[in-house]
């Protein structure tokens, strides 16, 4: 993976400045440590920093066509570009590296803005086009990497993290009201919004042309809404066979790299199956697992399992309550979001672990649960319309004992529990009724918001933003396929793949790599049938059939683990304390406006004092703790790296470098 960044005039040339771009440039190290490059022209500089995986010799940014018209920068992997690149060799198209890379620009050339409806891979990137003056800004169908804009004047400027476009020196750092609500609503902004006012992200599945000034952003790519002609109608067997001949592929040309690839392996079912897939064709294969202190939250034993099944090379990260804390300030400045949860923290320290066994490419078992029916949410929206049409039945409604077995055994909890699970259970025709509870749920945490953020917020309803972003069809798809459309769309690509995701690993320089989100595969799922993939109450049945007799059945029949971090025990530890006192004191909270000072000093005295406390309190926590470190890290004292990065090639066609090289 790598970082770009960027300047383009809407008005005119020569409001493009190299400094500029290189001290953009000198804030995303961490995403490419190895060498960086600039080009810079009167309309346009695009910044690169590279972290080496393919072509390591040739490979060095901006790459350009053989007219030396068309450049690019880019950040992502092409998995499917020898394939490509031998069709383009074919047809004329000559090539100086072999980078996957300079198979876009070639690409670009032939076919325009269609060119990244031919690629297979997790990109995001920015083509500049010298003839015609056009600036071509496009993102993965998925989201995996990210892409951030915003228009200061009269230039667009842009980045793979925020924090970039605030080291241009110009871009107003305030912290978004609508987004905090929307975190405290979905556990994430939705598609197009950052945290910061005017800061904006390219949706996943979207290009941004600009030329004449005028900026146009369209769509190719979304998660399949299929209508009931669509549906395959084959037996289990024969789908599970397609599913793993192109799983089997999605994970073979995943290891295309010029470096050693290795493995996420947690214990559970998804990374199991992409270790065991990826071990084929690996001899000497490297993984790494977390292990917490906490039985609850621990998976040590089947990671154990695993290795011995596999006989492959494990290494650990004990995430311990006391380095959960202590990492969590730097994780907020990575993911550059609120975070409602703890659970990103241990993959920071995961992907240190790999950055120091010498590694820089990992495959992961993200995306399964999504594309596959994996979640619990999906289970529960099946018990709840089930329950709907029965209402009084407690054999309907105690179903959900077998989801949520903690809560519904637990006698201080069991009624409370019930009477939740009810809200609502006469609305199924509510386009969000697989995910109502949860975000209603959240948003009691609203509760913590201050007067001033309250009242700015009137009138102000989160839902119809998502209401708006929702395909045509989507009304009349089945069930699951709305729950899973909105998982996906929402919470994937918003919050799992990005601060749980790309920004962990990057924060290391490590590159994630998902075999499970191969478009070809996601697309496919789409069509199976939803009892192929939750079978009675059966989580990733069709899934689960794929890996009988290549995983021990210790890891098929398992019970679903979701994967989570301790919290309250976290903070409150003595590395917590240290920030977390300063932070939510009275005078703090009054200068970042966002929360009402009481409350959050009664949740904080609940927190230390309560032996029981319930998700919503412990998400409060959490979520003050973070927005706070963001304010604390963005709006109050942010400071750009310096001194600005010295690129390893720059190439330089402004008019007046032409001037002083002739005089």
């Given at each position: 993976?790598?970082?770009?960044?960027?300047?383009?005039?809407?008005?005119?040339?020569?409001?493009?400045?190299?400094?500029?771009?290189?001290?953009?440039?000198?804030?995303?190290?961490?995403?490419?440590?190895?060498?960086?490059?600039?080009?810079?022209?009167?309309?346009?500089?695009?910044?690169?920093?590279?972290?080496?995986?393919?072509?390591?010799?040739?490979?060095?940014?901006?790459?350009?066509?053989?007219?030396?018209?068309?450049?690019?920068?880019?950040?992502?992997?092409?998995?499917?570009?020898?394939?490509?690149?031998?069709?383009?060799?074919?047809?004329?198209?000559?090539?100086?590296?072999?980078?996957?890379?300079?198979?876009?620009?070639?690409?670009?050339?032939?076919?325009?803005?269609?060119?990244?409806?031919?690629?297979?891979?997790?990109?995001?990137?920015?083509?500049?086009?010298?003839?015609?003056?056009?600036?071509?800004?496009?993102?993965?169908?998925?989201?995996?990497?990210?892409?951030?804009?915003?228009?200061?004047?009269?230039?667009?400027?842009?980045?793979?993290?925020?924090?970039?476009?605030?080291?241009?020196?110009?871009?107003?750092?305030?912290?978004?009201?609508?987004?905090?609500?929307?975190?405290?609503?979905?556990?994430?902004?939705?598609?197009?919004?950052?945290?910061?006012?005017?800061?904006?992200?390219?949706?996943?599945?979207?290009?941004?042309?600009?030329?004449?000034?005028?900026?146009?952003?369209?769509?190719?790519?979304d998660v399949p809404i299929v209508d009931g002609n669509e549906v395959l109608q084959q037996d289990c067997p024969g789908l599970a066979q397609q599913v793993y001949g192109l799983l089997d592929d999605?994970?073979?040309?995943?290891?295309?790299?010029?470096?050693?690839?290795?493995?996420?392996?947690?214990?559970?079912?998804?990374?199991?199956?992409?270790?065991?897939?990826?071990?084929?064709?690996?001899?000497?294969?490297?993984?790494?697992?977390?292990?917490?202190?906490?039985?609850?939250?621990?998976?040590?034993?089947?990671?154990?399992?695993m290795v011995r099944h596999l006989a492959v090379d494990h290494a650990q990260i004990n995430a311990t309550n006391q380095a959960i804390a202590a990492s969590l300030p730097e994780a907020i400045w990575?993911?550059?979001?609120?975070?409602?949860?703890?659970?990103?923290?241990?993959?920071?320290?995961?992907?240190?672990?790999?950055?120091?066994?010498?590694?820089?490419?990992?495959?992961?078992?993200?995306?399964?649960?999504?594309?596959?029916?994996?979640?619990?949410?999906?289970?529960?929206?099946?018990?709840?319309?089930?329950?709907?049409?029965?209402?009084?039945?407690?054999?309907?409604?105690?179903?959900?004992?077998?989801?949520?077995?903690?809560?519904?055994?637990?006698?201080?909890?069991?009624?409370?529990?019930?009477?939740?699970?009810?809200?609502?259970?006469?609305?199924?025709?509510?386009?969000?009724?697989?995910?109502?509870?949860?975000?209603?749920?959240?948003?009691?945490?609203?509760?913590?918001?201050?007067?001033?953020?309250?009242?700015?917020?009137?009138?102000?309803?989160?839902?119809?933003?998502?209401?708006?972003?929702?395909?045509?069809?989507?009304?009349?798809?089945?069930?699951?396929?709305?729950?899973?459309?909105?998982?996906?769309?929402?919470?994937?690509?918003?919050?799992?793949?990005?601060?749980?995701?790309?920004?962990?690993?990057?924060?290391?320089?490590?590159?994630?790599?998902?075999?499970?989100?191969?478009?070809?595969?996601?697309?496919?799922?789409?069509?199976?049938?939803?009892?192929?993939?939750?079978?009675?109450?059966?989580?990733?049945?069709?899934?689960?059939?794929?890996?009988?007799?290549?995983?021990?059945?210790?890891?098929?029949?398992?019970?679903?683990?979701?994967?989570?971090?301790?919290?309250?025990?976290?903070?409150?530890?003595?590395?917590?304390?240290?920030?977390?006192?300063?932070?939510?004191?009275?005078?703090?909270?009054?200068?970042?406006?966002?929360?009402?000072?009481?409350?959050?000093?009664?949740?904080?005295?609940?927190?230390?004092?309560?032996?029981?406390?319930?998700?919503?309190?412990?998400?409060?926590?959490?979520?003050?703790?973070?927005?706070?470190?963001?304010?604390?890290?963005?709006?109050?004292?942010?400071?750009?790296?310096?001194?600005?990065?010295?690129?390893?090639?720059?190439?330089?066609?402004?008019?007046?470098?032409?001037?002083?090289?002739?005089?």
């Open positions: 993976m790598c970082g770009i960044v960027g300047l383009c005039s809407l008005a005119g040339p020569g409001l493009v400045e190299p400094g500029q771009v290189l001290r953009m440039m000198g804030t995303l190290r961490h995403r490419g440590p190895d060498e960086s490059g600039l080009y810079v022209d009167d309309w346009v500089g695009l910044g690169h920093t590279r972290l080496s995986i393919v072509d390591l010799a040739c490979g060095t940014h901006p790459i350009h066509d053989e007219t030396g018209s068309i450049w690019i920068v880019y950040n992502g992997e092409v998995f499917n570009y020898p394939e490509l690149r031998a069709d383009l060799a074919a047809r004329g198209h000559r090539f100086y590296t072999t980078s996957d890379t300079e198979v876009i620009v070639h690409l670009y050339q032939d076919n325009g803005a269609d060119c990244v409806r031919q690629l297979n891979g997790q990109f995001a990137m920015a083509i500049w086009d010298g003839n015609r003056r056009e600036l071509f800004l496009a993102r993965d169908r998925l989201g995996i990497r990210p892409l951030h804009y915003t228009i200061l004047g009269d230039r667009l400027v842009f980045g793979s993290e925020v924090k970039a476009l605030f080291a241009s020196g110009q871009v107003p750092r305030n912290l978004d009201p609508v987004a905090i609500d929307q975190v405290f609503t979905f556990w994430t902004t939705l598609p197009g919004r950052t945290a910061f006012e005017g800061v904006y992200e390219l949706p996943a599945g979207h290009y941004m042309k600009v030329r004449d000034g005028s900026i146009q952003i369209h769509q190719y790519w999605a994970v073979r040309i995943r290891l295309r790299a010029d470096v050693p690839v290795g493995c996420y392996l947690s214990g559970g079912l998804d990374s199991s199956g992409v270790t065991a897939l990826t071990a084929r064709y690996s001899s000497k294969l490297k993984t790494f697992g977390i292990r917490f202190e906490q039985e609850p939250f621990d998976e040590g034993d089947y990671q154990v399992t990575y993911c550059e979001r609120p975070l409602l949860r703890t659970a990103p923290v241990p993959l920071l320290l995961l992907s240190g672990l790999v950055n120091q066994s010498g590694m820089k490419v990992v495959l992961t078992g993200e995306g399964a649960d999504e594309v596959f029916g994996g979640y619990d949410i999906f289970r529960e929206t099946k018990i709840r319309r089930f329950w709907s049409r029965d209402r009084d039945s407690d054999r309907r409604g105690g179903l959900l004992d077998r989801l949520y077995a903690d809560v519904f055994l637990d006698p201080r909890t069991r009624g409370p529990a019930r009477a939740f699970f009810s809200r609502g259970l006469d609305d199924t025709a509510d386009p969000f009724f697989s995910h109502r509870l949860r975000w209603e749920n959240t948003s009691r945490l609203k509760a913590l918001f201050s007067k001033e953020l309250t009242e700015q917020l009137e009138g102000y309803d989160p839902y119809q933003d998502l209401a708006d972003i929702l395909p045509s069809g989507f009304d009349r798809a089945h069930w699951l396929t709305k729950a899973q459309y909105l998982e996906t769309k929402v919470f994937l690509s918003q919050y799992l793949l990005s601060s749980q995701g790309d920004r962990m690993a990057m924060a290391h320089s490590v590159e994630i790599r998902l075999p499970y989100l191969d478009y070809r595969i996601v697309e496919f799922m789409a069509k199976v049938p939803a009892r192929w993939k939750i079978l009675g109450l059966n989580e990733k049945h069709i899934l689960k059939r794929i890996f009988r007799g290549i995983l021990p059945d210790q890891i098929t029949s398992r019970t679903k683990h979701p994967y989570r971090a301790p919290i309250v025990p976290s903070l409150l530890s003595e590395a917590g304390l240290t920030y977390l006192e300063p932070l939510l004191a009275p005078g703090a909270i009054r200068q970042s406006g966002i929360f009402d000072q009481v409350k959050v000093q009664r949740l904080l005295d609940k927190c230390r004092r309560a032996s029981y406390l319930g998700e919503v309190d412990s998400m409060g926590l959490v979520g003050v703790v973070t927005t706070q470190l963001l304010y604390e890290q963005f709006v109050k004292r942010f400071q750009a790296p310096s001194p600005p990065i010295e690129p390893k090639l720059m190439i330089d066609r402004r008019s007046s470098s032409r001037s002083k090289d002739a005089n």
